[in-house]
């Protein structure tokens, strides 16, 4: 079966950095998507990597290592307007998008 | 640029009623077109995808279906709601068989 595992909440400081980790069993892999999701409204798109290694766009990165079927969204210096969920989704072998349920991140002052 | 646009974007309905959500998409030719539901407090599960005109793949079984009468229209429906069909819809697009998706507004569906 395919299964994408995510923390279900994570607590944070506003100005801290956090760290959002994604595993993954899949068949095949083509890449590998971050999304943001406020509360309400729907998933925008934040980063997709599909070869390994780090990708840095302003506050948050993200990284991929394909052999051990992991990910992390990185964020820095956190703002209250971070609050929300992350979704991890997998491009599968047929090019189909395998979703993760999600990590609902509260940001504290 | 491209759009997609959903509606409405939030609605109420008795159980045993009937259901049509639109989502229409401008700025691409020949999208993959997907509907999803979230749950409150849950990820999101895909209901249906398609990948052209009248093609239709289902990957939930439910009292729900989907049509694709234009290449850039896809229309969710069902004849008789029931309470579970609850939830946030979501229709997103995607360049054939790559890339980023794109996400509609949403539409929060309250059945009672």
């Known amino acids: 079966g395919q299964n994408i595992d995510q923390p279900t909440e994570m607590t944070a400081t506003e100005g801290a950095i956090v760290q959002i980790n994604c595993t993954y069993q899949?068949?095949?892999?083509?890449?590998l998507f971050w999304y943001q999701q406020h509360a309400g409204e729907a998933p925008t798109f934040l980063s997709y990597?599909?070869l390994d290694g780090l990708e840095e766009k302003g506050r948050f990165s993200s990284f991929l290592s394909r052999s051990k079927g992991y990910s992390y969204l990185l964020l820095k210096e956190l703002q209250m307007k971070d609050s929300a969920s992350y979704l991890c989704a997998v491009v599968d072998s047929n090019y189909q998008l395998i979703w993760g349920a999600g990590t609902k991140l509260i940001i504290k002052p | 640029s491209q759009t997609i646009h959903q509606w409405p974007a939030t609605l109420v309905q008795p159980v045993g009623s009937p259901l049509s959500l639109e989502c229409t998409v401008e700025g691409t030719s020949n999208p993959n077109l997907y509907w999803y539901r979230q749950a409150a407090g849950r990820g999101l599960q895909l209901l249906f995808y398609s990948v052209g005109i009248g093609q239709i793949s289902s990957e939930v079984p439910q009292n729900l279906s989907a049509s694709r009468p234009q290449d850039r229209q896809f229309i969710l429906s069902s004849k008789k709601l029931l309470l579970s069909d609850s939830g946030f819809y979501l229709c997103?697009?995607?360049?054939?068989?790559?890339?980023?998706?794109?996400f509609g507004p949403g539409t929060r569906l309250t059945v009672l």
């Open positions: 990597n599909v």
């Open positions: 997103a697009w995607r360049t054939a068989g790559y890339g980023t998706q794109y």
């Open positions: 899949t068949s095949g892999f083509n890449g």
